[in-house]
């Protein structure tokens, strides 16, 4: 089974613009059938560029070629593949690390380990983990109330009301993490919106500022990048210094860092990657879950029943969130149709190979994700939001080898779908969704795939 680790998928730009700079170049062909290089300098990063994205380059490049196909990243011949039984294939043995921690990491100018090798990466990476799942433990009620306070301003608007999802659940996520990761001092509006504004000017430029290289072509977004960043790092060492050797009522993630013996430095690091990575990541996963519902009274219902057998009138309980088999399976159809983290890629270690193409040393290879979840070999009818796909055992576990569910499923994630499990358990319990009228939405294949546009909802009372 592959390991595609610590979701990998929502950084693969990252990993794309940092293996340049990070390892040696390489121009050995793969013999893998594929495009030639557009420019002797950037390869197909301009045919890149054309698509919009890398996703719909992928689309492109696999219906033309198949699925395993090559381009070329500047001097570096690049791997593709998509589709399930290639991903089955394809081996990597460094599974210590992942490419989410060590491009955003390297590009931040952090260290991914201890200090050390393999083993202090693996220890850190548990502590990492470990400290995501006790703050979810230890702040529940907390993360009840944010909801509550969201669900309880939409019930008080008119039935005729558009209501902006992203508005609303980009908030929503930035209260959630910033308070779970960093205490009382993230209570407070102002930090939250000043930190929404680092957060996004970070964010924008890790995408899009280092895939094209504009980035480094414009010294005002650079100092505008290298600004935002130096403050958030900032603040995130001052709340360090605030808690460190004190005992506070509720445990955030940077006091479970801090007693696990992690330096200031560390502590502040890891911080940096679960807030940059958690917001956006947990967002959006809301935002298609809601938008995805109001499109199918159908799917509501049958949520809203799991729900009422289920808990009853009983508060959903983190022990209880296991219970709710339908409302995992709405999740897990919200992150395939919607694509949520189309692409991820791994450095290929030592020679490789799917099916009769050999894989060189050093090759990057990209994981096809966005191709492979609208592939109607695997998926039927692949274009339709149908939860019900994931009674299948067969659905299921191809889900998981891409790296979604199960073991494989990284921390941010889990955290992800344990907001997103409140949010709909507190507003399918009260409220139905309704899709606004002549409203076509568009996704924009980023990082985290996303609406191009705020998607809007109406809102009517249950009786």
């Known amino acids: ?224 990048f290298e600004d935002a960043l130096s403050e958030m790092e900032a603040v995130l060492k001052s709340v360090v210094k605030e808690r460190k050797g004190k005992e506070f009522s509720q445990l955030a993630f940077v006091d479970a860092l801090l007693k696990a013996n992690l330096t200031e430095r560390q502590v502040m690091e890891d911080s940096m990657v679960f807030t940059l990575a958690g917001s956006v990541i947990t967002a959006n996963l809301c935002i298609w879950a809601v938008h995805f519902l109001s499109t199918s009274q159908e799917v509501q219902e049958k949520l809203y029943r799991e729900l009422k057998e289920v808990l009853g009138k009983e508060r959903l309980s983190l022990e209880n969130i296991s219970k709710l088999t339908y409302c995992r399976q709405v999740l897990n159809e919200t992150v395939r149709t919607a694509k949520l983290t189309p692409v991820a890629a791994r450095l290929q270690d030592v020679e490789g190979k799917v099916d009769q193409h050999v894989i060189p040393k050093e090759t990057l290879v990209i994981y096809a994700l966005g191709v492979v979840l609208q592939d109607a070999d695997t998926w039927a009818l692949p274009y339709r939001f149908n939860p019900d796909r994931f009674e299948e055992e067969g659905v299921r576990k191809s889900f998981s080898l891409l790296g979604f569910s199960g073991n494989q499923a990284c921390p941010e994630l889990r955290f992800a779908y344990t907001v997103a499990t409140v949010l709909l358990n507190t507003l399918v319990r009260r409220l139905r969704l309704h899709q606004a009228e002549r409203q076509v939405v568009e996704a924009r294949y980023e990082l985290v795939s996303t609406p191009k546009d705020d998607t809007w909802v109406t809102l009517s009372k249950r009786s």
Not at 37 to 64: A, C, M, W, Y
Not at 81 to 95: A, E, K, Y
Not at 111 to 126: C, I
């Open 1 to 224: 089974m592959l390991d595609f680790a610590i979701f990998a998928v929502t950084f693969v730009i990252i990993l794309v613009g940092a293996v340049l700079y990070l390892y040696p170049t390489s121009r050995t062909a793969s013999g893998i059938p594929g495009l030639t290089p557009t420019e002797e300098k950037d390869g197909n990063l301009q045919d890149i560029v054309n698509k919009g994205s890398l996703h719909e380059f992928l689309v492109s490049l696999h219906d033309r070629f198949g699925p395993a196909a090559s381009f070329w990243f500047g001097r570096r011949p690049v791997v593709s593949l998509g589709s399930v039984d290639l991903l089955r294939q394809h081996i990597n043995p460094n599974r210590t690390t992942d490419s989410f921690e060590t491009m955003l990491k390297s590009l931040l100018g952090y260290q991914s380990g201890l200090g050390g090798g393999v083993t202090e990466t693996l220890l850190r990476k548990k502590v990492y983990e470990s400290a995501i799942d006790q703050t979810l433990e230890k702040n529940y009620p907390l993360l009840l109330k944010l909801v509550e306070e969201l669900v309880e301003k939409w019930q008080s608007f008119p039935e005729s009301q558009h209501t902006p999802l992203y508005a609303h659940l980009l908030g929503l996520a930035m209260k959630c993490v910033t308070q779970l990761a960093m205490g009382d001092r993230f209570r407070d509006d102002a930090e939250v919106i000043h930190f929404r504004r680092n957060h996004e000017a970070i964010w924008s430029e890790i995408g899009k500022g280092y895939l094209d290289g504009s980035l480094e072509k414009s010294s005002s977004r650079k100092k505008h």
